[in-house]
Nanobody, 120 residues
Framework: QVQLVESGGGLVQPGGSLRLSCAVSGSIFSINTMGWYRRAPGKQRELIAAITSGGSTNYADSAKGRFTISRDNAKKTVYLQMNSLKAEDTAVYYC??????????????WGQGTQVTVSS
């Protein structure tokens, strides 16, 4: 059974930083693109950043210059370093990964979400 477990959320003051982690476990054959999404109160879920297995990245305009996505393929973990956080970054952050698990077709999997609150 594939699981994605996020950590690193919390309460931070405006201008502060947080680092989110998402670890994949289970009988994994390969992981393609991994990404971070967020859902703010009253808004739709949006893609914040994504990274391919080869390390190519793309970012939402709201994240460019402030957030950095990275991954450790050996640890099957994706990270999101968030700097210069703003109140509008407050949201539940979800990781997503396109995974080929052993014995099942390739599919997208989601973590349970981690709350990030930016407030003074």
């Amino acid at each position: 059974q594939v699981q994605l477990v996020e950590s690193g959320g919390g309460l931070v003051q405006p201008g502060g930083s947080l680092r989110l982690s998402c670890a994949v476990s289970g009988s994994i054959f390969s992981i393609n693109t991994m990404g971070w999404y967020r859902r703010a109160p009253g808004k739709q879920r949006e893609l914040i950043a994504a990274i391919t297995s080869g390390g190519s990245t793309n970012y939402a305009d709201s994240a460019k210059g402030r957030f950095t996505i990275s991954r450790d393929n050996a640890k099957k973990t994706v990270y999101l370093q968030m700097n210069s956080l703003k109140a509008e970054d407050t949201a539940v952050y979800y990781c997503n990964a396109n995974i080929k698990a052993i014995g099942v077709p390739r599919a997208d999997y989601w973590g349970q979400g981690t709350q990030v609150t930016v407030s003074s």
